[in-house]
């Protein structure tokens, strides 16, 4: 059945749409990928005239066939209105000879809300017609995940979210932003060690098929808010289409032409959602994958070896200190002209081995369509300095890590129209920004600091962070990864039954 999604490691598992969305994860560990993408081809032509919503009830009718026409414009209504403080949802800047995509005018100051104001809807929706069926959220975050998944399925009836942080590890603000998170269905919890402990603790219990029946009996599916889940990626396409269309209405590229993207990326769903938008028909040329010292993606794309054993850095920008890219998996899916078995055997060599070569064929196609670059701490400080010195223009350390290797790739490549995706408020991170920017040692807290930011470059602290220092904190605790399992048994509990 061409609607339907399959497995990364096996076309043999396959389910509708809704279930994709609703389980999150493939049986067999894969993620699911819809084997009839390269057929589906965006209606770019009409697209021209929509509002960012309407292209959004476009691409979303095109891989969502199952949900009813309305019900999506419902879910899109509901996810993109006034929750969003521009009414461009993302807007699109001049930045030098280039361009910014800004993706953080959410309620949670992160890209993150893109595909997370949405998801919840759709799930709302699919659980309507299942009355007797109950989800627990289970979410892994290197720092913004967290907070956007539970502003997007707060108080959602039949939904119940745990977020896992790596303890210590993410910024002050991230932290407060979601250990002050109410609603009677949230639960967020520290464990300790570092995001890629959280994740596969979170992974284990997705892979526990004991506990899923157990479960199953008291009517509660487990599912996942990271970008595993195609209800989250989907939802990203649409910006890289608005962000090209807005492109040709200001006459700055012609119909047709390619454009450039530069991601900072760390999971891999940013890039993989303009990856999709790509096979579905836009123009790009090519995408321009942005690390920080936690390089492991850098290294793939040069070498066509990943390899997961290397030193774990804690950066300036931590929604990227992440080393087993999840997503990646169905980049390599696709541009293996869709052969599970041998996504399988990579993936079982990175299990046992810690690291997959792929070869040389796989690698040339890549080469095609990416290139790949990293930023120390210090040339993503000197970044936010110079191009708030040059053009007035405030990125926090993600966006900036991006524009580093923006700028490297410009000096060999000029052809193209580059495009940057910013993808956090540079408030959410004002201590490092408010240091790179005006190189002092920086005294006070996290709100003193967005205070002086704000003074002193005379731009305005996003209305979400600003009112945190007003609430209390409701979320204490912290777990060994080990005990995950009892924990997710006792908040369902807590949550759900
Ligand atoms: C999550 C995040 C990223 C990385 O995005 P991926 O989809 O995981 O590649 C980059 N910047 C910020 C601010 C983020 O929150």
């Given amino acids: 059945m061409k609607d339907l999604y399959s497995s990364t490691r096996s076309k043999e598992v396959q389910v509708r749409d809704v279930d994709a969305i609703l389980n999150s994860l493939a049986e067999d560990g894969g993620?699911?990928?819809?084997?009839?993408?390269?057929?589906?081809?965006?209606?770019?032509?009409?697209?021209?005239?929509?509002?960012?919503?309407?292209?959004?009830?476009?691409?979303?009718?095109?891989?969502?066939?199952?949900?009813?026409?309305?019900?999506?414009?419902?879910?899109?209504?509901?996810?993109?209105?006034?929750?969003?403080?521009?009414?461009?949802?993302?807007?699109?800047?001049?930045?030098?000879?280039?361009?910014?995509?800004e993706l953080f005018h959410g309620p949670t100051c992160a890209f993150k809300d893109i595909g997370l104001q949405l998801l919840p809807q759709l799930m709302k929706t699919i659980l309507k017609n299942e009355q007797k069926q109950q989800v627990m959220i289970l979410t892994a975050t290197s720092g913004d995940t967290g907070k956007?998944?539970?502003?997007?399925?707060?108080?959602?009836?039949?939904?119940?979210?745990?977020?896992?942080?790596?303890?210590?590890?993410?910024?002050?603000?991230?932290?407060?932003?979601?250990?002050?998170?109410?609603?009677?269905?949230?639960?967020?919890?520290?464990?300790?060690?570092?995001?890629?402990?959280?994740?596969?603790?979170?992974?284990?219990?997705?892979?526990?098929?004991?506990?899923?029946?157990?479960?199953?009996?008291?009517?509660?599916?487990?599912?996942?808010?990271?970008?595993?889940?195609?209800?989250?990626?989907?939802?990203?396409?649409?910006?890289?289409?608005?962000?090209?269309?807005?492109?040709?209405?200001?006459?700055?590229?012609?119909?047709?032409?390619?454009v450039d993207f530069c991601v900072p990326t760390g999971n891999f769903g940013n890039v993989l959602a303009g990856y999709y938008a790509k096979m579905m028909g836009l123009p790009v040329h090519k995408f321009i994958i942005a690390s920080n010292e936690n390089n492991v993606l850098y290294d793939f794309f040069t070498e066509g070896t990943y390899n997961r054993d290397r030193p774990f850095h804690k950066t300036i920008s931590p929604s990227m200190d992440i080393l087993i890219s999840s997503n990646l998996e169905r980049l390599l899916y696709y541009a293996s002209n869709q052969d599970a078995d041998y996504i399988t055997s990579?993936?079982?060599?990175?299990?046992?081995?810690?690291?997959?070569?792929?070869?040389?064929?796989?690698?040339?196609?890549?080469?095609?369509?990416?290139y790949a670059g990293y930023a120390s701490d210090e040339e993503t400080s000197t970044s936010i300095k110079k191009v708030y010195k040059d053009c007035g223009y405030i990125m926090d350390p993600h966006t900036a890590v991006g524009y580093k290797v923006m700028q490297d790739y410009l000096?060999?490549?000029?052809?193209?129209?580059?495009?940057?995706?910013?993808?956090?408020?540079?408030?959410?991170?004002?201590?490092?920004?408010?240091?790179?920017?005006?190189?002092?040692?920086?005294?006070?807290?996290?709100?003193?600091?967005?205070?002086?930011?704000?003074?002193?470059?005379?731009?305005?602290?996003?209305?979400?962070?600003?009112?945190?220092?007003?609430?209390?904190?409701?979320?204490?605790?912290?777990?060994?990864?080990?005990?995950?399992?009892?924990?997710?048994?006792?908040?369902?509990?807590?949550?759900?039954?």
Avoid at 32 to 60: G, H
Avoid at 70 to 81: D, H, P, S, T
Avoid at 203 to 208: L, V
Wanted: with cysteine; net charge negative.
């Fill in 31 to 101: 993620l699911y990928v819809l084997d009839d993408l390269i057929n589906k081809v965006l209606p770019l032509k009409q697209m021209l005239t929509m509002s960012y919503q309407d292209i959004a009830n476009t691409i979303l009718k095109m891989l969502l066939p199952s949900m009813q026409e309305e019900a999506i414009m419902q879910c899109v209504a509901n996810a993109y209105g006034s929750n969003f403080n521009d009414e461009h949802i993302t807007p699109l800047k001049k930045l030098g000879g280039q361009y910014v995509l």
């Fill in 148 to 258: 956007a998944a539970l502003a997007g399925f707060q108080d959602v009836n039949q939904v119940g979210i745990s977020v896992f942080y790596p303890d210590g590890k993410v910024s002050e603000m991230q932290k407060l932003q979601m250990v002050t998170q109410t609603g009677r269905n949230t639960a967020v919890c520290a464990i300790q060690g570092n995001f890629d402990d959280a994740q596969s603790a979170v992974k284990t219990i997705f892979n526990d098929t004991m506990l899923a029946q157990q479960l199953m009996q008291d009517g509660v599916t487990l599912s996942s808010a990271n970008s595993i889940n195609i209800g989250r990626l989907i939802p990203q396409i649409v910006y890289y289409v608005y962000a090209y269309l807005q492109l040709v209405k200001q006459e700055e590229i012609a119909w047709m032409e390619e």
């Fill in 346 to 370: 990579l993936l079982d060599k990175l299990q046992k081995e810690g690291t997959y070569k792929i070869n040389d064929q796989l690698k040339k196609r890549l080469d095609t369509m990416f």
């Fill in 411 to 497: 000096a060999k490549n000029t052809k193209h129209t580059c495009v940057l995706l910013s993808t956090a408020s540079p408030y959410k991170f004002a201590p490092q920004v408010y240091q790179a920017i005006y190189d002092e040692d920086i005294k006070g807290d996290e709100f003193s600091l967005m205070e002086k930011l704000s003074k002193s470059t005379n731009t305005e602290i996003p209305k979400p962070l600003q009112d945190l220092r007003k609430l209390k904190v409701l979320h204490n605790d912290v777990i060994k990864k080990e005990d995950i399992a009892d924990y997710v048994q006792k908040k369902i509990k807590e949550v759900l039954l």
